[in-house]
């Protein structure tokens, strides 16, 4: 386990390039890419130096984690609309290079399988770039999840929908269930790089790195991931600071 801390500042610029430099190890890699606040500076990070560093993405493929059931990918809400239009077509990505499941509530067990061909057609994931809800929750695997699962659909928590009231106006418009990579898909990422920025993501951090590895706080089972990275801003280190310091 690597952890670096950072500045506000310096947070998506570090992240950005932690990405970009797995596309210069590996230029075929599959990215998976949290959709979300944390990430938003990074991709907007990503896009400036892909352009000042006139990277070569043509063989780069994008597998997303996680979508709303019943969203349109034409929602203005939806994860598909916001990492394309954020993301992949800034980056000049054609679209038989990312996958991002759109899940129907009538179909999304369909669009499950679908989901999980397009996973092994695109060789698994090499590098995952991961945030953590405000509960723990990574992707969509809310608190008591089964950590031997794999993609699914799963009920939201009212915390997490709560969170993302702004995205579609009201709590109540939030989506009940979303398609989502099980834990186990999620632990399958050749190597993770798990990033957290905010003061109010610091006790949730402690409890995922330091705390006991639990499905209650499903972040902490990649306190077991073999190769991961911890990129944190000085806010959201700061609870892990004081106890070290203690």
């Not at 969170?163 to 106006?169: D, P, Q």
């Not at 705390?211 to 706080?217: A, K, L």
Request: with cysteine.
């Amino acid at each position: 386990m690597q952890k670096t801390i950072v500045s506000r500042a310096a947070f998506d610029r570090a992240a950005a390039q932690r990405v970009l430099r797995q596309v210069l190890q590996k230029p075929d890699s599959t990215l998976c890419l949290a959709t979300g606040g944390t990430t938003a500076g990074i991709f907007t990070r990503m896009i400036e130096l892909k352009q000042v560093l006139d990277l070569e993405l043509s063989r780069v493929k994008c597998i997303n984690m996680d979508e709303y059931v019943g969203v349109r990918k034409d929602d203005p809400a939806s994860c598909y609309y916001r990492i394309v239009r954020d993301l992949y077509a800034p980056l000049g990505l054609r679209e038989e290079q990312f996958y991002v499941p759109i899940a129907p509530a009538e179909q999304a067990q369909r669009e499950s399988a679908r989901f999980a061909q397009r996973l092994r057609e695109f060789g698994g994931i090499d590098f995952m770039l991961l945030s953590v809800g405000g509960n723990g929750h990574i992707a969509f695997n809310e608190p008591g999840a089964d950590f031997g699962a794999h993609i699914h659909v799963t009920d939201l928590t009212q915390g997490t929908r709560r969170a993302k009231a702004e995205l579609f106006g009201d709590v109540e418009k939030v989506p009940a269930q979303g398609l989502t990579l099980g834990i186990a898909d999620v632990m399958a990422a050749r190597h993770i790089l798990l990033v957290a920025n905010g003061s109010h993501k610091a006790e949730i951090i402690r409890r995922a790195l330091e705390g006991p590895v639990t499905p209650e706080v499903p972040a902490s089972v990649l306190q077991l991931h073999p190769n991961l990275e911890i990129l944190l801003d000085e806010a959201a280190a700061q609870e892990r600071s004081t106890r070290d310091e203690g």
